[in-house]
């Protein structure tokens, strides 16, 4: 596999491109004092974009994203984008980290030092990880596929090309949340005798679907109310999840061509995802947000990013009645996350609990286990999540997994 060394390096034209755009705005109209109910607020949207205008500094950031080490390499015929971090210490385990949508690799900017380097920021350098966190195929600096197909579960199967084959390494651990815990369970799935153990943010993963079928059990009450909240979260939230599954294309026009439609689409979910009570800022900067939406700008990779939703819809994942995730896996089961597993028995979770100020999980080895950390609401990092020993992510069933 040729894997070639890569810099992040954007024209100047392409950057002036969305300037331009964005001076020549048609704004909508807005019910007065609506707030988010409708969607993107309006004079939220006109800051962010002023600020993107004449404020954001993208050589800024793209020096910050370059001081990673960055790699393109074919795999099955795919230019897959990803860094590639070694750990600082005696023995690092490569761990394999993927994003969701409408995120991209940039957001895990924060947690892969503290992954790759934790003697840098108070730990044990026993802990240390080497970090990859690759593109998805249609996102960021990866290929576009030019031929239907590439589920998320597809790109599972590229994943352990790239950690086997183009990294040489045989023994690994993955993670993921959204469209990343969906490619981590199934990596988990295919590849038992090579991932050591998965560990997701969400319960389960879209295109999941646990066999309920002719001799399965009963449902618990606990996993009738995981089922009775998440169908209020999708009637509610996943509006834009049905478009992407069943028309992608006709939102590519819009997205594709307007930095403002683009920017009001993914900032409306960044806040209604995170644990920000109402005000986006809380969890993410404006630097934050307009570097992950200027990557999907200048990539021109929205409309192939929204479409892993139609690909995956067609060919989801169905467990037969004795199908498993056997290796050890874990969910950090957040307070704000979409909806909330189970908790510990014979058939159902392992799950850490994390308090309400924690944000963020990340993984840390410790001896046999794993011991989450979580960066608080302050300036430090801090153990807020407590070891879990007996991962019981175990099965795209109700046994032990969830799904959505």
């Known amino acids: 596999m040729d894997v070639r060394p890569f810099k992040v390096r954007i024209p100047e034209d392409t950057l002036n491109d969305p300037r331009e755009r964005l001076s020549r705005t048609r704004w909508p109209d807005e019910i007065p004092s609506s707030g988010w109910d409708y969607g993107s607020n309006l004079d939220y949207i006109r800051e962010s974009a002023d600020y993107w205008q004449s404020e954001f500094d993208w050589r800024k950031q793209e020096t910050a994203i370059n001081a990673f080490s960055h790699f393109r390499a074919d795999v099955n015929g795919i230019g897959i984008h990803f860094i590639h971090e070694r750990g600082k210490g005696p023995d690092p385990l490569p761990h394999i980290i993927t994003h969701g949508w409408p995120s991209s690799f940039s957001e895990m900017h924060k947690i892969i030092p503290l992954l790759a380097d934790p003697a840098a920021h108070g730990g044990d350098p026993a802990d240390s990880f080497d970090v990859v966190v690759p593109s998805l195929p249609g996102y960021g600096f990866s290929d576009r596929p030019t031929s239907g197909g590439m589920t998320i579960f597809k790109a599972a199967d590229l994943w352990a090309e790239l950690m086997i084959k183009g990294l040489c390494y045989q023994r690994f651990g993955a993670e993921g949340g959204d469209w990343g815990a969906s490619c981590t369970a199934r990596l988990g799935f295919t590849h038992p005798e090579n991932v050591v153990s998965v560990h997701v943010t969400m319960v389960g993963g879209a295109g999941i679907s646990p066999y309920r079928g002719l001799g399965s059990r009963q449902l618990t009450d606990a996993e009738q109310a995981l089922l009775a909240e998440r169908d209020q979260w999708h009637l509610e939230e996943s509006g834009y999840s049905h478009v992407q599954g069943t028309k992608p294309q006709s939102l590519s026009y819009g997205l594709n061509d307007s930095p403002v439609g683009l920017a009001g689409s993914i900032v409306e979910k960044y806040r209604s995802y995170s644990d ?129």
């Open 276 to 404: 920000c009570n109402g005000d986006v800022e809380r969890s993410f900067t404006k630097d934050e947000l307009l570097t992950n939406i200027t990557i999907y700008w200048v990539t021109q990779t929205i409309n192939p990013a929204n479409r892993i939703y139609y690909e995956t819809q067609r060919h989801p994942w169905n467990f037969g009645p004795t199908e498993s995730v056997a290796v050890p896996s874990a969910i950090a089961n957040f307070p704000k996350e979409i909806n909330h597993p189970p908790g510990s028995g014979p058939n159902g979770f392992t799950t850490s609990s994390v308090g309400p100020r924690c944000r963020g999980a990340v993984i840390s080895r410790r001896r046999k286990s794993r011991t989450y950390w979580s960066r608080t609401s302050g300036n430090s990092s801090a153990r807020c999540v407590r070891p879990v020993s007996a991962y019981a992510i175990a099965s795209v069933s109700f046994d032990d997994i969830a799904a959505p």
